[in-house]
């Protein structure tokens, strides 16, 4: 990895840049060899000059959030990381219309707004992640998904362009926006709400958050869902009827709670967990015909 990169990141001021970031401290699964170079930017304006600085060195980059959706290989990533952390983390209001930044926590974000009364976050009680990432991924459940409610996001291209994209333009469709396909990263988001009944948003969010707690791992290191339905069916149905519920390899397990999470339940590596996807994928596929594809994303060292 360039040094002469490296120091003219660090002397860019853009916020925390460091060598061999071990990212088993910035996934939910903890799991995740090290990151060649590590950068949290401090502002949109530092990420935008992160991109800038980055691209003439051609090196490979991703963009990450609370790495709640993330299996990242033993032998870390190569290249650089961008997480857009704590410093990104802010919202501005004007009513029922929300703007925040793409590090901000989306429980907490869902919890602040529903107490204050407004209504259409409520399905993100209990969903990790960020703001960022639910655009990314257009986060959903219990009916309803982030592109319900989103009006906007700024968008930081790989070529450096920074632009707002409205709802219709991010191309949402079931876990995936237009934004996977062009590798951006949504720096800030505006959302739509609406004035609700204090007493039953936060009971509903209370129950989401409940139902989530009974029903899934929390107690141990997960990164939720880790395939997503393939409908009609529901991922977890399909692997509890084919007996995988509890299924161990190494120091990773099926949950006995939900069959489609994995737990962390001893210092469990990648490939601990990718040979259950493995195991999952080809079960399923050999009992019912049904292809099994990932909610989660798996990143490889090259």
């Not at 910035?26 to 060649?36: R, V």
């Not at 219309?97 to 919890?111: C, Q």
Request: with cysteine.
């Amino acid at each position: 990895m360039s040094k002469q990169l490296l120091q003219e990141l660090q002397a860019a001021e853009i916020g925390r840049v460091v060598e061999n970031e071990p990212l088993s401290k910035h996934t939910t699964w903890k799991i995740g060899g090290p990151a060649d170079i590590f950068i949290e930017p401090d502002s949109i304006k530092s990420l935008e000059k992160t991109m800038a600085i980055i691209q003439p060195y051609h090196l490979p980059w991703r963009a990450i959030g609370r790495g709640s959706n993330l299996l990242v290989d033993d032998e870390g990533i190569e290249g650089i990381v961008i997480k857009l952390g704590q410093k990104m983390e802010y919202m501005e209001r004007d009513g029922g219309r929300i703007r925040a930044g793409g590090g901000f926590s989306f429980i907490k974000l869902a919890t602040i707004l529903s107490k204050d009364g407004y209504s259409g976050l409520e399905f993100a009680g209990g969903i990790p992640g960020t703001v960022g990432g639910a655009v990314f991924m257009n986060a959903g459940a219990h009916g309803s998904d982030m592109s319900q409610i989103l009006v906007k996001a700024h968008v930081l291209y790989p070529d450096g362009r920074l632009v707002w994209l409205s709802n219709e333009e991010l191309e949402f469709s079931y876990r995936t926006s237009r934004l996977q396909k062009e590798k951006a990263i949504c720096a800030e988001a505006v959302i739509q709400l609406q004035p609700g009944n204090k007493e039953e948003v936060v009971q509903e969010m209370k129950k989401h958050k409940n139902y989530r707690r009974e029903t899934q791992p929390w107690n141990y290191p997960c990164a939720g869902s880790v395939f997503r339905n393939p409908l009609p069916n529901h991922a977890g149905e399909l692997i509890e009827k084919a007996g995988l519920k509890g299924y161990r390899n190494g120091g990773a397990q099926i949950s006995e709670q939900h069959a489609n999470f994995i737990v962390n339940i001893d210092h469990a590596k990648a490939a601990d967990v990718l040979g259950i996807i493995n195991h999952v994928k080809n079960t399923i596929y050999d009992l019912y015909g049904v292809t099994m594809n990932t909610e989660v994303e798996i990143v490889k060292r090259k």
